[in-house]
């Protein structure tokens, strides 16, 4: 055979096996698994409400008032395109009074943590809950139990050009939860933590 | 003249399989490495392989399995270049993925140039290539060498310290010469023609003198 023929066979044979190997190997992982149909990047609501809302957490109530306007560094090419997903977005301010609101105390109010679990456990935002959008199936249930009967769905994580939130949201969204309930916190955890807000952590025990 | 010395030299190296030796357990292990790193968090690698803009987000699945696939791929070209199992299709395996890659790295850290101003020996960025952040100017570089190695191994055919050199002789006897390791015999005597060549010359010095 000459050299080349069985140069093209060995690559078309170790495709194979990287094909069988990889596909196999993603069905048998515990976590981390990939739906290699599913698409993870698709943003904005599935039912948005007729009237679109302000994206400064316009229905925040008494919040209003506490929004902060923008810093120099948020106003960047990054943040625009961070603004484009259709979701209401909510501010550190806001975030920081709705935290401390009775109605939080009484379950009407839920934050949705998006990061990764060693990330979670090491800090997040008093109370929240923590769901990965690439791995919803283990999540879902325990934050639609609270989710689908709260006032405001809070999601965040890590901030700056994190996306994690909104396809957080997006899930939430079809999951059931209304889209007029769900917010997005896009400064995420390291605006919250800079700003020296309250976390809460997962001890070791 | 000196061609043919240089040519000597390369051919010598072949044939030794020392070297190539070196080069292929190197080569292999790194990108098995890379691989193994990348099949931990696959779900990293597929946000990755996002920003690098070259495939459609809709439908998914081309992005979905790359991320799913080619992570293994790597695993397996680099245990068969180890190992010198089908070494010069895991060659090729290498040099292909190389040479898709390395572009793509390219062309993302101009458009980071373009759209933030950095300076090109300034930039890094999460490569996807299982080693976390680095400057991208050293990260092409060391492509560059890889992509060398991967070529070098591919034209060699020399099949010393090969799991293919074991198997083709249990296979056909006849594939690799027996003397050399390096030319492909004709399945006469199990030897290639310049090894045949050689011995008879050799031979026809030897008559006179005997």
């Not at chain 2, 190539?20 to 357990?25: D, P, S, Y």
């Not at chain 2, 070259?54 to 699945?61: F, G, N, Q, R, T």
């Not at chain 2, 591919?154 to 030319?183: H, K, N, P, Q």
């Not at chain 2, 005597?189 to 006179?208: H, K, L, N, Y």
């Amino acid at each position: 055979m000459p050299a080349w023929k069985r140069t093209v066979s060995e690559v078309a044979i170790l495709g194979v096996a990287g094909l069988v190997l990889g596909f196999s190997f993603n069905e048998l992982r515990g976590s981390g698994t990939i739906k290699p149909f599913k698409n993870y990047f698709d943003k904005g609501p599935i039912s948005p409400p007729p009237a679109p809302r302000s994206e400064s957490g316009a229905s925040m109530g008494t919040a209003r008032e506490a929004i902060q306007p923008p810093t120099a560094d948020s106003v960047t090419a990054e943040a625009s395109e961070h603004r484009q997903h259709g979701f209401g977005e909510i501010k550190l301010a806001d975030l920081a009074e709705l935290l401390n609101d009775p109605s939080t105390r009484a379950g009407l109010n839920v934050f949705v943590d998006a990061r990764k679990q060693d990330l979670y456990d090491e800090g997040h935002i008093p109370g929240a809950v923590r769901c990965d959008p690439y791995d919803t199936d283990a999540c879902i249930d325990d934050v639609l139990n609270s989710a689908l009967a709260a006032d405001k769905v809070v999601v965040y994580c890590g901030g700056g050009e994190c996306e994690d939130s909104i396809f957080m949201c997006r899930e939430l969204n079809a999951a059931g939860v209304d889209y007029g309930a769900l917010y997005l916190y896009t400064g995420g955890w390291s605006e919250w933590t800079r700003a020296g807000n309250p976390v809460e952590v997962i001890s070791g025990e | 003249m000196r061609l043919a010395e240089e040519r000597s030299v390369i051919r010598k190296l072949d044939q030794n399989g020392l070297a190539l030796l070196v080069v292929r357990v190197l080569l292999g292990g790194y990108f098995v490495y890379m691989g193994v790193s990348k099949v931990r968090d696959p779900v990293e690698f597929l946000k990755l392989i996002r920003l690098y803009e070259m495939m459609p987000e809709s439908p998914a699945v081309f992005m979905n399995a790359s991320a799913i696939v080619v992570p293994w791929l790597e695993i397996i070209a680099g245990s068969a270049l180890v190992l010198g199992l089908f070494a010069g299709g895991a060659a090729a395996t290498i040099a292909t993925m190389l040479t898709v890659f390395t572009p793509a790295i390219f062309l993302r850290a101009l458009a980071i140039r373009a759209s933030e101003g950095t300076g090109f020996f300034d930039i890094a960025f999460d490569c996807g290539c299982g080693s976390g952040v680095v400057i991208i100017w050293k990260k092409l570089l060391e492509n560059a060498l890889l992509l060398l190695a991967a070529i070098l191994l591919m034209l060699s055919r020399s099949r010393r310290f090969c799991l293919d050199r074991v198997l083709d002789g249990r296979r056909t006897r006849s594939t690799y010469c027996r003397a050399c390791g390096y030319g492909l015999c004709d399945g006469v005597d199990g030897v290639c023609a310049t090894c045949r060549d050689s011995a008879q010359v050799a031979a026809g010095a030897a008559e006179p003198a005997g």
